[in-house]
C-alpha cells in the first residue's frame, strides 16, 4: 500500500518489518515512548547504529542492514514526533530522497520535509523548532524543510533536483491525504511532464560523467556519484517512477524493460556499490563516498581480499569495483536508450543500410534478434556502420541487448576468420570514431572477446599515484590521444607530435601499438616483452605484413624507453643522443615512437603532463633525428655542436645588440659542456644577463624568464659559489610549492656559479601570473641573502595521496668516465624538501653538483644528479660510498617522520 493511500493512518505507523529481526533495535521504540532525557535516546541511538556496525563486520547482507538504518530512523522520527507534534494532526512528516526510498547508510542524509496545509503560526512554528532541536540534541543531523504543497510544487518547477527529492516521498507520521494531495500537485500532467524529466536527468548525469573526466575508472572514484556509480543506478529508477510510477527497479521487468538476468545483474551490482559505500562509512566515521588510496587498503582487507603472486589484494578489489561500475554503465545505457525510444521519439519507418541493419528513430538496429547468431561478423560490422554514418546517434537498445547474448560467437573460431580481420582493421584505419567505436567495442564486451588478453586488463588499477585510471582506460586514452595528433583542428595542443602523427603513412600501426603497449600488465615479469610477443602473434594473424607486426612489436617492447631516456639522461650528451639513434635504427621507427610516447605518457595521468614533458620528448626527437639523417656511420661530434650552437646564439645576440667584445667576455667564463647543455636562445638570455652586468662586480643575479623555450618558468641565479647553495635555492622555491622539473648547475673559472631552475606549478601548469613570479624572485634573494649559517628548511606539508605510500629509498652511483663525472640515480618518496635534503647530504659530503634530471612517477621521485668532487673529477669508490650511506639514513629518516605523520591522522 503507498503512503499516499487514503487508508493509511494519520498518526504514527507502526515499526518497520526490517527492525523485527534485530533485538535491539526492535525494542528501540517502546524503550524511548518513556524517556524523556535527550542523552538517552542519544546512547540509544548510538548502541543500535553500533550493532548495525556489527552486523556488517559480521558480513550480514548490506541490503538488510540499508534498510535496517531506514527503519531504525523511522522508530526514533515516529517517537519524536508524537512528543512534539502530534497536536498537529492534520501535518505530514515525510522522508525524502535516498530516506524516501527507505535505504539509509550510516552516514546518509537524513532528509525530511513537514508538509502542512498552511503556514504555521507562532505555536506550530515552535513545535517545529522544538522537534528539529531535539533531533539534533539526540545525535539525528536533519536535514529539514517546511512547506505546503502550493510551495512544493512552485520549488519544483524550476528545480528539477527538488522535483527528484520528492518524488520519492514517504509518510512516515501525520496526514496522508496532504502527501497524496502533493503528489498529485506534481504529477506529470501538471509539472515535469515525463519527456522533459527524463531529458533533464540525462542532462544532470552526462554533466556529472564530465566531471570525473567521463570515465568510472579514476584512481580515487567516487562510489556515489562517478560514472557507473549509485547515481546512476538511481537515474534509472528515478525516470522509471516517473513514467511507470515503479517503486523499484523490479517494476522495470514487469514493464519488459528488464530481462530477470539484467535485473539480477543490476541488482548484485547495487549491493557491491552499496557493501562499498556502507564501508566507507563505516571505516571513516561520517559520510565519505570517495574511495581515497587508504580506503582502498583497509575496505580490501575487510571484504577478505589477499595478495596474489602478481596483483596486491587492493588491486583485486578495485578490479572487482571497476567492473562492476563498467556492468552499471552499460546497463545505464541500455535502460537510458530504451526510456528514450519509449519516451522522446515518435516511431518512423526503418531506414534499410544493408540486409542486417537499419537505422530507426536515428539509432542503429539490427533488423532482427538473429541477425548477429546468423552473421557473427555482424558483432564488429556493426561499429564500422557507426563509423561510416556518423549522423547515427547510437545503438537501439535491442540490439545493445542482443549483442551482449551474442559475446559467446566470438570465440577463437571468430578470431580467426579473414572477413573479420578486415573489419576490425577497417575500424582502425577509419578516417573518423576510431577512439569513440573502440570505447563502445568495450563497453559491450566486444573488445576484450576478440582480444582475450585485452580483456584481462579490463578494470584492472596499478596501486599507485602514477596509473590514473585502470589499464583498459588508459589503454583507449593513448588511442584517443594519437587520433587528437591526427586532426588537424587539435594541431595546437602538441604540434610537433601532430606533424608527425599525421605524416606517419599507416596510422594503424601506432594505434596497434597503443591497444597492446600494456596488455600484459599483471601477469608477472617485463610487460613491455609479454605484450610485445602477443602484439606480434595478434598483427600476423589479422593479415598485416611481417614488417608491419615486427614494428608494432618493436613499439610495444620499446615503449617506454624514449620517455625514460628523456627524462632520466643528459640529452645534450652526443653519446646518449648516438646510442638511441642505433636502438631505433631509422626516422620511421623514431616517428611512430615519438608519438606513442607523447600519447603514452599524457594518457597516463592528466596531472602528471606538463609542458616540461612535452618539450624534453620533443627536443630529444629532434636531437635523434638530425643524427639519424647524419647516418649511423657519420655520429654527432661534440666539438661541431659547440660550433653550431655558439654561432646560433651569437647571431641572436648581435642582432639585439650586445657587443661581440662583451660576449667573448661572458664566454671565457664557461667550459665547452655548458654550450652542450643549454640551446642557442638560452644562452643568448643567460649572455645578455651577464652582459648588462657590471664588469668586475660581485653582486649576485637573479632573472626570471616567464616563458622559456621549455614552455616552464626559468630561474637564474649567478652568484658566488655558497655553502648549500643548491640545498637553499630549492627549499625555497619547494616551500612555494613549486614542482622543479629540472636544474643545471654550472661553475665557472672565476668562483662564481650559473644554476638554473625550471620551475611549474605544483599542479603541473605554466606560472603566468606576474605577482608570483616577483614572489618567486623575492624569495631567491632572500636565500642568497640570508647569513651563511642561517637554518633552512621545508615545512609545507605532502600531499595525502603521497602520504600514503612507503617507498623504499634505493641509491645506485656509477662513474661516466668519457664526461669525467659521477651519476647518482636516486629513488624515493616523493615529498616536500627532498630536494634540499639532498643537496644538505652533498655539501656536508664536499660534492660538486652539475646537474639534477628530476624525475616524479607519481607517489615516487625517480632522480639523477651528475656529480664531481671539489677537483671536478668522478667520486673515488670511498667517497660514493660514504655518500651513499649518508643519503640512505637521511632520506630514510624523513620518510619514517612521513610515514609517522599519516600514521597518527589516520589513528586521529
Not at 28 to 41: K, S, V
Not at 64 to 83: F, I, K, N
Not at 243 to 253: I, K, M, P, T
Not at 791 to 811: D, G, K, L
Request: some cysteine; proline content about 5%; charged content about 25%.
Amino acid at each position: 500500500m503507498q503512503a499516499g493511500d487514503s487508508a493509511l493512518p494519520h498518526s504514527v505507523p507502526a515499526v518497520p518489518s526490517p527492525l523485527s529481526s534485530w533485538p535491539l533495535l526492535a525494542r528501540l521504540p517502546a524503550e524511548l515512548r518513556g524517556e524523556t532525557d535527550p542523552a538517552a535516546w542519544r546512547e540509544r541511538l548510538r548502541q543500535a547504529n553500533e550493532e548495525l556496525k556489527n552486523r556488517f563486520l559480521a558480513e550480514e547482507p548490506v541490503e538488510d542492514l540499508v534498510h535496517a538504518r531506514a527503519a531504525l530512523v523511522d522508530a526514533v522520527l515516529g517517537e519524536a514526533w508524537q512528543r512534539h507534534c502530534a497536536r498537529e494532526e492534520h501535518w505530514a512528516l515525510v522522508a525524502v530522497g535516498g530516506y524516501g526510498r527507505g535505504e539509509l547508510h550510516p552516514a546518509s542524509d537524513i532528509d525530511i520535509l513537514l508538509l502542512v496545509p498552511a503556514a504555521p503560526d507562532a505555536p506550530g512554528s515552535a513545535a517545529v523548532e522544538r522537534l528539529v532541536t531535539f533531533l539534533w540534541d539526540i545525535g539525528l543531523e536533519v536535514g529539514h524543510s517546511v512547506r505546503t504543497v502550493a510551495e512544493c510544487a512552485e520549488e519544483s518547477i524550476g528545480n528539477v533536483s527538488v522535483m527528484t527529492t520528492l518524488i520519492e516521498a514517504r509518510l512516515l507520521a501525520g496526514s496522508a491525504p496532504l502527501l497524496a494531495a502533493m503528489r498529485a500537485a506534481l504529477a506529470p500532467e501538471r509539472i515535469w511532464p515525463v519527456k522533459q524529466f527524463f531529458e533533464a536527468k540525462v542532462r544532470e548525469q552526462t554533466e556529472r560523467h564530465l566531471k570525473a573526466n567521463d570515465t568510472a575508472y579514476n584512481l580515487e572514484p567516487n562510489v556515489k556519484t562517478g560514472p557507473g556509480g549509485l547515481r546512476d543506478i538511481q537515474t534509472i529508477a528515478w525516470v522509471a517512477k516517473r513514467h511507470f510510477d515503479a517503486d523499484s527497479l523490479d517494476g522495470l521487468v514487469t514493464h519488459g524493460f528488464l530481462t530477470e538476468a539484467e535485473l539480477r545483474r543490476l541488482k548484485l551490482a547495487q549491493a557491491f556499490l552499496w557493501k562499498v559505500r556502507f564501508g566507507l562509512h563505516v571505516l571513516t566515521g561520517r559520510r565519505e563516498d570517495r574511495l581515497l588510496f587508504d580506503h582502498q587498503l583497509r575496505l580490501a582487507q575487510s571484504f577478505g581480499y589477499e595478495d596474489a603472486s602478481y596483483t596486491l589484494a587492493v588491486e583485486q578489489f578495485m578490479q572487482r569495483y571497476y567492473r562492476t561500475v563498467m556492468e552499471v554503465s552499460l546497463l545505464n545505457e541500455l535502460l537510458l536508450e530504451l526510456f528514450r525510444e519509449a519516451i522522446l521519439t515518435e516511431s518512423e519507418p526503418p531506414r534499410p543500410l544493408n540486409a542486417r541493419f537499419q537505422v530507426r528513430n536515428g539509432s542503429l538496429e539490427a533488423v532482427n534478434e538473429e541477425v548477429f547468431a546468423r552473421t557473427p561478423s555482424a558483432l564488429l560490422e556493426l561499429f564500422v556502420l557507426l563509423q561510416l554514418n556518423p549522423d547515427i546517434q547510437g545503438v537501439r537498445a535491442s540490439t545493445i541487448r542482443a549483442i551482449g547474448k551474442s559475446l559467446w560467437l566470438i570465440d577463437e573460431e571468430f578470431r580467426q576468420n579473414p572477413r573479420h580481420h578486415r573489419l576490425f582493421l577497417e575500424i582502425l584505419r577509419a578516417p573518423v570514431g576510431v577512439t569513440h567505436e573502440l570505447r563502445r567495442m568495450n563497453t559491450y564486451g566486444v573488445l576484450g572477446r576478440y582480444i582475450p588478453a585485452f580483456g584481462r586488463v579490463v578494470g584492472r588499477m596499478q596501486y599507485d599515484l602514477f596509473h590514473a585510471y585502470t589499464v583498459d582506460a588508459h589503454t583507449l586514452f593513448v588511442v584517443s590521444n594519437l587520433r587528437r595528433f591526427a586532426i588537424p583542428r587539435y594541431d595546437h595542443e602538441l604540434p610537433e607530435a601532430s606533424r608527425v602523427m599525421q605524416q606517419l603513412p599507416r596510422p594503424e600501426i601506432a594505434y596497434l601499438s597503443a591497444l597492446f603497449h600494456d596488455i600484459a600488465k599483471g601477469r608477472g615479469g617485463d610487460h613491455s616483452e609479454l605484450g610485445a610477443v602477443d602484439a606480434e602473434a595478434f598483427c600476423l594473424e589479422q593479415g598485416l605484413s611481417a614488417y608491419d607486426a615486427r614494428l608494432v612489436a618493436w613499439l610495444v617492447r620499446n615503449h617506454l624507453q624514449l620517455s625514460i631516456t628523456s627524462q632520466k639522461q643528459d640529452i645534450t650528451d652526443p653519446e646518449v643522443i648516438n646510442a638511441f639513434a642505433r636502438r631505433v635504427g631509422d626516422e620511421a621507427h623514431l616517428d611512430y615512437l615519438y608519438v606513442l610516447t607523447c600519447a603514452d605518457v599524457r594518457g597516463t595521468n592528466p596531472k602528471l603532463w606538463n609542458s616540461w614533458k612535452g618539450s624534453l620528448f620533443r627536443d630529444f626527437y629532434q636531437r635523434v633525428k638530425r643524427a639519424l639523417r647524419r647516418g649511423l656511420e657519420s655520429p654527432i661530434d661534440a666539438e661541431q655542436l659547440v660550433r653550431d650552437t655558439q654561432d646560433s646564439a651569437r647571431r641572436v645576440l648581435l642582432e639585439r645588440g650586445i657587443a661581440a667584445a662583451d660576449i667573448d667576455a661572458a664566454w671565457r667564463r664557461f667550459t665547452a659542456s655548458y654550450f652542450l647543455q643549454y640551446s642557442p636562445e638560452e644562452i643568448a638570455w643567460h649572455t645578455r644577463l651577464l652582459a648588462e652586468r657590471e664588469a668586475g662586480s660581485d653582486e649576485p643575479l637573479v632573472a626570471i624568464e616567464p616563458r622559456s623555450i621549455h614552455g616552464t618558468t626559468a630561474a637564474l641565479v649567478f652568484a658566488r659559489s655558497r655553502h648549500h647553495g643548491f640545498a637553499r635555492t630549492t627549499a625555497a622555491l619547494d616551500q612555494l610549492g613549486l614542482n622543479i622539473v629540472d636544474a643545471r648547475i654550472t661553475p665557472t673559472g672565476d668562483g662564481f656559479s650559473l644554476d638554473l631552475y625550471h620551475l611549474l606549478e605544483d599542479d603541473g601548469t605554466a606560472i603566468t601570473d606576474s605577482d608570483r613570479q616577483q614572489e618567486i624572485e623575492r624569495a631567491l634573494w632572500r636565500s642568497l641573502q640570508g647569513p651563511a649559517d642561517a637554518p633552512f628548511t621545508v615545512s609545507r606539508r605532502a600531499p595525502r595521496q603521497a602520504r600514503m605510500f612507503n617507498t623504499a629509498t634505493h641509491v645506485l652511483l656509477s662513474v661516466d668516465e668519457r664526461n669525467r663525472r659521477s651519476v647518482l640515480e636516486l629513488t624515493a618518496g616523493d615529498r616536500p624538501g627532498l630536494l634540499c635534503e639532498v643537496g644538505k647530504v652533498l655539501m656536508a659530503e664536499r660534492i660538486e653538483l652539475q646537474a639534477a634530471k628530476i624525475m616524479t612517477v607519481g607517489e615516487r621521485a625517480e632522480d639523477v644528479f651528475y656529480l664531481t668532487d671539489f677537483n671536478n673529477q668522478p667520486l673515488s669508490t670511498a667517497a660514493a660510498e660514504r655518500l651513499k650511506e649518508r643519503l640512505m639514513q637521511a632520506l630514510d629518516e624523513g620518510q619514517a617522520a612521513l610515514r609517522s605523520g599519516i600514521a597518527g591522522a589516520l589513528a586521529g
